[in-house]
């Protein structure tokens, strides 16, 4: 096998100099690489509700349903090779390294085969399940069968991405996204408006994207193939039973957890939409701004977990400890603006998705419940960093159950009687004065108010949680995924 230490290796050395600066290195790429992502993403929707109407959007949107529940999959397994790669890098195994970027792409292929066979054969019922109008129908059904052809492409990407920044590269992955990024809207507006194909002309522009994604990660990789110790031959996609089994013991509750917030997400948002369009469009733009402001932390956040990772697996504790204080301030400082934003400039900022004067005025409650989601937000990500880049992902299952599913639906059944009553006072009385009137339905019920404090509140817990596991130091002592040369060299004697 080549030599990584006969040549510079790919990456930064997380273990080693100024953490805060390193920290914010290591971050911006990533963080840019959401809002890159965040925003061609609805480019997509943009272009598709411009030029082929109502119909198209609906397609898009019930078409994609699939690929947004699955995508969960491959982000949960590139995390988990980011996790075990960091951890290896950081204790100097990087004669493990290559089995276990072969054991993820030979584990990712098979999933996202199996997957993009299952969706394509069962399109219809998934979609009759959906409740997909008859009129969208074919648009919907089009835009699914695509982008389930690209399956194994958005799997290889996020693999690649993730073994890169588990290294401690990730400029690369920018560089990727923004080639993806630059196809999908070329694309779209050859495949939508010059050559009408409609919402099939969307999924055609996101696959094509994909492909160019995964195509120059993967050739990054293949150049810098001496650097990574790899050899590109049929022996790359081999199974290593030890790192698959790190992978999957990794992988699966990161997926479930994922799985349980959507899952969540939808209940809540499903209950929300019974209270009325202006309530249901409301939430609708208030969940874009949400996850849109929040690419900065979950930057921060992913950027953490490698750092500390490999940190771990170094045996650096003092300077693991340190890591998620320095990505908390970088966190709060954040959840401070997007407060003062959200605060000062409710109704701009609603405004740049809706000009409807009652979405416009339910935003400001919105966001000022959001107030407090920005700054539980902020708390629970660096100490959740901890969590995963020790690699604790029964504690990480936990918290992902009560943010999903105990919090979110619980917490939506002891605030939405409070605000069931037009005539509360108090706090609850003070949030119910700035609805207008026009809002209020026959039954005069405000409960959707609770919904979204409940969706404010629901990361505090798990917050406590994390904030918990990171003070008692239990991390410290945990076993690694991965041992030193030291420690396997004395053991062998």
């Avoid at 100099?17 to 925003?39: D, E, H, W």
């Avoid at 950027?303 to 990772?309: D, F, K, L, Q, Y």
């Avoid at 040369?485 to 004697?493: G, N, P, V």
Wanted: glycine share 10%; hydrophobic share 50%.
């Amino acid at each position: 096998m080549p030599s990584v230490t006969a040549t510079k290796r790919v990456g930064r050395n997380l273990t080693e100099g100024p953490i805060f600066k390193g920290l914010m290195v290591f971050a911006l790429p990533i963080i840019l690489s959401n809002v890159i992502q965040q925003l061609y993403g609805m480019v997509d929707l943009s272009i598709a509700g411009r030029y082929v109407g109502s119909i198209g959007t609906v397609g898009v949107n019930t078409g994609g349903e699939m690929a947004d529940f699955i995508l969960p999959v491959a982000i949960g397994f590139s995390s988990a090779g980011q996790i075990y790669v960091s951890q290896l890098v950081g204790a100097g195994r990087y004669d493990k390294v290559k089995s276990a970027i072969g054991t993820l792409f030979s584990l990712i292929l098979l999933i996202a085969v199996i997957l993009s066979v299952c969706v394509i054969a069962f399109c219809n019922p998934i979609l009759q399940l959906l409740n997909c109008p008859q009129e969208a129908l074919g648009q919907a059904r089009a835009y699914m069968i695509i982008t389930a052809i690209g399956f194994p492409f958005v799997f290889g990407y996020n693999a690649v991405c993730g073994i890169l920044r588990g290294m401690g590269e990730s400029k690369r992955p920018l560089y990727f996204i923004i080639v993806a990024a630059s196809i999908n809207i070329f694309a779209d507006l050859l495949l939508v408006v010059v050559i009408p194909l409609e919402a099939a002309g969307t999924a055609i522009a996101t696959v094509l994207s994909q492909i160019a994604s995964f195509t120059a990660a993967f050739s990054f990789m293949y150049r810098s193939r001496d650097r990574l110790g790899l050899k590109f031959d049929r022996t790359l996609l081999g199974m290593d039973r030890e790192a698959a089994g790190v992978m999957v013991k990794l992988a699966v509750p990161q997926v479930t957890r994922s799985l349980m917030v959507r899952f969540g997400l939808l209940w809540v948002n499903a209950n929300i939409n019974t209270y009325g369009t202006e309530v249901s469009a409301t939430n609708g733009v208030g969940n874009k701004i949400q996850k849109f402001l929040e690419v900065f932390m979950q930057g921060v956040d992913t950027a953490a977990a490698s750092m500390i990772g490999q940190n771990l697996g170094a045996r650096k504790y003092d300077r693991a400890k340190k890591i998620p204080l320095c990505a908390l301030s970088l966190t709060m400082a954040f959840a401070v603006a997007c407060s003062v934003l959200g605060l000062l400039f409710p109704k701009q900022i609603f405004g740049i998705f809706s000009d409807d004067p009652l979405v416009l005025a339910l935003g400001v409650v919105y966001l000022e419940f959001m107030v407090i989601h920005f700054f539980s937000t902020a708390f629970i990500g660096p100490f959740q960093a901890m969590v995963n880049g020790s690699g604790f992902v029964s504690l990480g299952f936990v918290v992902g159950i009560l943010d999903g599913l105990l919090c979110k639906i619980g917490l939506s059944l002891i605030f939405v009687p409070l605000f069931e009553n037009a005539a509360a006072t108090g706090i609850v009385g003070f949030f119910i004065s700035q609805i207008p009137v026009e809002i209020v339905g026959e039954a005069h019920s405000y409960g959707y108010l609770g919904y979204f404090l409940a969706i404010a509140c629901s990361r505090i817990l798990p917050g406590l949680i994390c904030f918990g596991y990171y003070v008692s130091g239990r991390w410290k002592s945990r076993k690694l995924l991965v041992k030193g040369k030291k420690s396997e060299e004395s053991e062998a004697r």
